[in-house]
């Protein structure tokens, strides 16, 4: 098994400049193909002389034209018919452009982004690497001025197994390094691994492994939402999962891994041991509802009732409410706190207010909630109060449909016609009959307890008001 990291190191390294020397060939400017072309031609330098003196009398190009024929004349006879027919003039060029880094602890180097084992100045290969793809150039030498690379700190990935450690340069290919060496160049900021409660293992496991430093170390010691697993590792509890923490120890060096874990079905047995710290840290009035409601889904019921109990006694929650009265509706009817039960019924519909009423009939039940419950379930006071409620209604209920059909059928409209005077009194009588008394015929039955008793009231007031006063005076006039 092996662990694959990121990890600093401070890797010594030899700084190498290297200066390359070669021949090759340029393209040929115009003055020098001219001069090529004296040299060519003349027969002597003094011919050649009076040639230049010819064509640039005593102007700036002389000097230039006379040392560029000094410089030319020194080449041999290929490279100059060479500029002549080619136009290629032969140039000695030093390079200095190129350089590499040696890590003594790896035995390698790096160049260009490549690595290379072995210190390059000794690679018999390097001028091959070096020289131009120029089928023309020709070698003539390397030189080399080394210094000590400066010292820093660099993120590498490395290899760990139970045997080995390998790091790699940057280039994907890695190289071993012995353990001595390791821990000179790697420097751990842990101070004090006995802050970690978990258990420290030994073994490399599958898993994404990160170096562990002091800050994620801190991190243990402050979290109080924490518990350790049958395994000995560190399990942090968040708003959305649970995260596992495992740490090894390999070659004097401390890894740890995370791994999630959602609160799901799956995961029951951890979301037990997740209420349990909740409930026991104070906490679970905190911690995120949603979060907690998925929680709740999973636990067992029991786990589920005695949360909803601590939170709903201490403060009204929709959500955990509904939570609640979906247990209630399951089955679970035994062990509900009253304060909980009260805050259930505040968000349970009417429809269902029936089994809360069966759990515990003295939750404040009005009689909008009695008429939604059977009477075979009711108590004894409660089934009396809902009759007398039910005779009470049905007897407004009569009371208006007489006074209603009194009034319509008493003939008043028309008699109030006769009257030789029109008063409010009269106004108002009339304004009930044409505009509400239609009205005030429909839906009685399907009235609220509230709405019915406004009713009832509106028409006893016209009834014994306008009514009886236009009857009398109806009379008279009789």
């Known amino acids: 098994m092996e662990l694959r990291a990121k990890i600093a ?51 700036s190009l002389n000097p230039h034209f006379k040392k560029l024929y000094d410089k030319i004349s020194k080449l041999s006879k290929e490279q100059i018919e060479g500029i002549l027919v080619d136009s290629l003039y032969p140039v000695t060029v030093i390079d200095k452009k190129h350089f590499f880094r040696f890590y003594e602890m790896l035995d390698a180097s790096k160049m260009d982004n490549q690595v290379f084992i072995g210190n390059l100045k000794e ?19 390397l030189a080399f001025e080394c210094e000590d690379g400066i010292l820093r700190s660099d993120n590498y990935n490395a290899i760990f197994s139970d045997k080995t450690i390998l790091i790699d340069l940057g280039s994907g290919t890695y190289l071993p390094i012995s353990k001595e060496n390791f821990e000179k160049a790697y420097k751990s900021d842990i101070q004090d691994i006995s802050v970690y409660p978990g258990k420290i293992g030994t073994t490399i496991s599958d898993g994404n492994w ?44 401390y890894f740890y891994n995370e791994t999630s874990y959602q609160y799901e079905t799956k995961n029951a047995e951890m979301c037990e041991q997740v209420i349990s710290i909740l409930m026991k ?25 005695n949360v909803i109990n601590y939170i709903l006694s201490r403060k009204d929650s929709k959500e955990i409410g509904e939570v609640g009265m979906k247990l209630i509706k399951n089955g679970l009817e035994k062990g509900w706190d009253e304060e909980a039960l009260k805050a259930i019924k505040k968000t349970t519909p009417q429809s269902e207010i029936k089994h809360l009423y069966k759990i515990n009939n003295k939750l404040g039940f009005d009689m909008s909630d009695l008429l939604t419950i059977d009477d075979i379930d009711l108590s004894e006071s409660d089934r009396v109060k809902k009759q007398v409620y039910l005779v009470e209604r049905k007897n407004k209920q009569n009371e208006i449909n007489l006074m209603i059909g009194e009034i319509t ?28 008394i239609a009205h005030l015929q429909k839906g009685i039955n399907d009235l609220s307890n509230e709405d019915l008793n406004k009713r009832y009231e509106y028409i006893k007031s016209v009834y014994l008001g306008s009514y009886q006063k236009i009857k009398e005076r109806c009379e008279k006039m009789e």
């Open 210 to 253: 990160f170096v562990l430093n002091n800050v994620v170390l801190r991190a243990f010691g402050q979290n109080k939402q924490s518990f350790i697993d049958e395994t000995g590792n560190v399990c942090l509890i968040t708003s959305d999962y649970v995260k596992k923490t495992e740490i090894i120890k390999v070659f004097s060096l």
């Open 281 to 305: 840290t104070n906490s679970i009035n905190e911690f995120r509802t949603k979060s907690l409601i998925n929680i709740l889904a999973v636990v067992s019921d029991k786990t589920a009732q």
């Open 123 to 141: 690679n018999p290969r390097l001028m091959d690497l070096l020289m131009p793809n120029d089928k023309e150039a020709k070698f003539r030498s």
């Open 409 to 436: 059928t008493s003939g008043i409209r028309e008699k109030m016609k006769k009257l030789p005077t029109k008063d409010q009194v009269q106004k108002s009588l009339n304004s009930f009959i044409n505009d509400e």
């Open 9 to 59: 190191l401070t890797l010594p390294n030899t700084f190498f400049k290297i200066t390359l020397t070669y021949d090759t060939f340029e393209k040929a400017t115009f003055d020098s193909y001219l001069i090529a072309s004296v040299i060519s031609s003349a027969k002597t330098k003094i011919s050649a002389m009076d040639y230049i003196d010819d064509i640039t009398g005593k102007g």
